[in-house]
């Protein structure tokens, strides 16, 4: 498991990540940030927890199990995938697929985070 804490500002659209581990809260508009706890198991028909498969070199990760919209109004905003030396952010937009690949570099402790604009954030081990 590679956790890396995501945090968004209670005033504006903005969202931080946490590169590095630090004993700060990232600070937004003047008010600490809201860290973002990512659900992991779903409960009703719609799947937010990431599909995530090895697949020839590549580290596919759908949302989720059945796809979830992409409409302007509720859609997937991003991918990320952290393991214990990398992290990377697929940013999506409306019309896409709900869908990211990553080079598989062979990595162990590998989560997949997504976050949607309705329902949160979520994330999945490999
Ligand atoms: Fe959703």
């Known amino acids: 498991m590679a956790d890396v804490k995501f945090y968004k500002c209670t005033k504006c659209a903005n ?11 990232p ?4 008010e600490p940030c809201e860290e973002l706890v990512a659900g992991s ?6 799947k937010h927890v990431p599909a995530v498969t090895r697949e020839d070199g590549t580290i596919v990760a759908r949302v989720g199990e059945v796809a979830h ?9 991003f991918i990320a995938l ?4 990398r992290l990377e952010v697929r940013r999506l937009q409306p019309g896409a697929e709900p869908v990211a690949t990553f080079a598989d570099d062979g990595a162990e402790n ?3 985070y997504e976050y949607c604009n309705l329902h949160g954030l979520w994330k999945a081990e490999l």
């Open 110 to 112: 590998v989560t997949v």
């Open 41 to 46: 198991v779903d409960a009703a028909t719609e």
């Open 69 to 77: 919209p992409m409409l302007d109004a509720h859609y997937i905003q």
């Open 82 to 85: 952290a393991s214990d030396d």
């Open 27 to 30: 600070v937004c508009c003047g």
């Open 15 to 25: 969202m931080f990540v946490k590169v590095l581990e630090g004993p700060c809260t």
